[in-house]
C-alpha cells in the first residue's frame, strides 16, 4: 500500500512524512476516523514508507501533492503489499470460527485476516470482518493471548527492518482483561518499535490507552469514491432508466443488474451509497434547500431536468430504506443480482407512483 492510493489524504500524509524525515515517530499512535476515512490504509502505507528502502521524494511547486512515498518496489515494499513481512504484526477482534473453537486468537486467524485485507484494499470495516469470517451474530474482541502474543513477539529482535510494527485494528475491542496487559507495553517502549493503533470508536477507548497514544485524526475523505464518481453515475442514470419501465420491461432491468453484480461486493456497495447521495442530494438541491451542486450536473440535460421531479416527500423515506437495505444485504453477501433487481423492481414503482 503506497501513499499515493490516498491522494486526498495528503495533509496528514504530508505531515507524517515529515515527522517520520525528522525521526520524531512517537513509538504508540492512536489514529481515528470513521471507515470512510481510509485509517487503516494509511496506517499499512506509513508502515510501509517506514520500512522501505528507496524512499522516493517529490519536487512539487504545488500545496495540494504528497512529498514522498515507499517505493513499491524494494523487497521490503513487495512483502508489505503482501502483509508478509516478518516484522510487521497485526492485531485485530477475533473470536471462535468454525475452524478454531477454542482459544481463538489474532494469530490464528492471521491468514483469513490478510486475505481479508488485500481483498479490501486496505478500507477494513468490523461487520465485513465478521462477516468474512461467516461468525453469525458473534462480535470480536482482542484477547489476553493476543496481548501475550504481542510481548512475544516484540521479544524478537526485527529480523530484517528499521522498525517493527504493531498495528492494532479496532482496539476499542480491547476486553477487560487484555487491557493491563497493553497498558502495560504502551508505557514500556520497545526499542525501533512502533505500535499504530486504530479505532473508528474513540469514544470508546479507554482514557489510560488514550494518555499513552499519540492522537492522529484521519478526516474523512475517500478517495476511492471520488475517482469512481463519473463511471457510477453513468451506471446511476442507465439503471434508473431502466427502473421506469418496470411495468412493461423486466428483461431490460435484468441486463443492467448484470452489469452492476459484475462490481463485487465491495464496489456494489460503494455504488449502493452513491446511490443513496445522489436521491439524497437530488431531494435537496429540488427542495432549494442548499447551494450545492447538483448531482446529476454531468448528466444528459433531458435527464437531469427530469429525474428530480420524481422524488417527492412521499417516496423519498422509502427510497432510502430501500436502498439501505440493500446495503446490508450486500453486505450480509445476499446474492447480488436477487438484491439489485429486487431494489430495481422497488424503486421502480416507487419511482412512478410518487
Ligand atoms: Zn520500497
Known amino acids: ?21 525528522q525521526g520524531r515517530v512517537s513509538h504508540a499512535q492512536l489514529f481515528y476516523g470513521d471507515e470512510s476515512s481510509g485509517a487503516f490504509a494509511i496506517c499499512l502505507a506509513y508502515a510501509q514508507y517506514l520500512n522501505c528502502t528507496n524512499k522516493q521524494r517529490f519536487e512539487s511547486n504545488t500545496k495540494e501533492s504528497l512529498l514522498a512515498d515507499s517505493c513499491g518496489e524494494c523487497p521490503s515494499c513487495k512483502k508489505y503489499s503482501k502483509l508478509i513481512h516478518p516484522d510487521l504484526h497485526f492485531i485485530f477482534p477475533n473470536t471462535t470460527t468454525k475452524k478454531i473453537d477454542s482459544k481463538n486468537s489474532s494469530i490464528l486467524l492471521m491468514n483469513e485476516f490478510r486475505d481479508f485485507i488485500l481483498k479490501s484494499d486496505g478500507y477494513v470495516k468490523l461487520d465485513d470482518w465478521y462477516s468474512y469470517l461467516d461468525i453469525g451474530n458473534k462480535q470480536g474482541q482482542i484477547n489476553v493471548r493476543d ?50 493503533l486504530i479505532t473508528q470508536d474513540r469514544e470508546n477507548i479507554l482514557p ?19 475517482e469512481k464518481e463519473l463511471p457510477y453515475l453513468n451506471l446511476f442514470v442507465e439503471w434508473m432508466r431502466n427502473c421506469f419501465q418496470v411495468n412493461s420491461k423486466i428483461s431490460e432491468i435484468m441486463k443492467v443488474v448484470e452489469d452492476i453484480s459484475k462490481l463485487g461486493r465491495e464496489e456494489e456497495k460503494q455504488f449502493l451509497n452513491f446511490t443513496l447521495d445522489v436521491f439524497q442530494k437530488c431531494f435537496i438541491v429540488k427542495m432549494g434547500l442548499t447551494i450545492e451542486a447538483n448531482p446529476l450536473e454531468n448528466c444528459e440535460q433531458k435527464f437531469r431536468d ?7 416527500e412521499k417516496n423519498i423515506e422509502k427510497i432510502y430504506k430501500e436502498i439501505e437495505g440493500a446495503i446490508l ?7 447480488a443480482k436477487i438484491v439489485f433487481l429486487d431494489l430495481s423492481i422497488k424503486l421502480g414503482f416507487l419511482l412512478i407512483n410518487k
Open 147 to 196: 496481548a501475550n502474543d504481542i510481548i512475544a513477539a516484540l521479544n524478537v529482535k526485527s529480523y530484517e527492518s528499521e522498525f517493527k510494527i504493531m498495528i492494532i485494528w479496532a482496539v476499542d475491542k480491547l476486553n477487560y482483561d487484555a487491557a493491563p496487559k497493553l497498558l502495560k507495553i504502551l508505557e514500556e517502549p520497545y526499542e525501533k518499535t512502533l505500535f499504530f
Open 306 to 312: 427530469n429525474f428530480p421531479n420524481f422524488i417527492t
Open 208 to 226: 489510560t490507552i488514550l494518555s499513552r497514544t499519540q492522537l492522529i485524526k484521519v478526516p474523512n475523505k475517500s478517495s476511492k469514491y471520488k
Open 329 to 335: 444485504h450486500v453486505e450480509r453477501n445476499g446474492n
Open 1 to 21: 500500500m503506497q501513499f499515493s492510493h490516498f491522494f486526498e489524504q495528503y495533509d496528514l500524509i504530508n505531515s507524517l512524512i515529515k515527522i517520520a524525515d
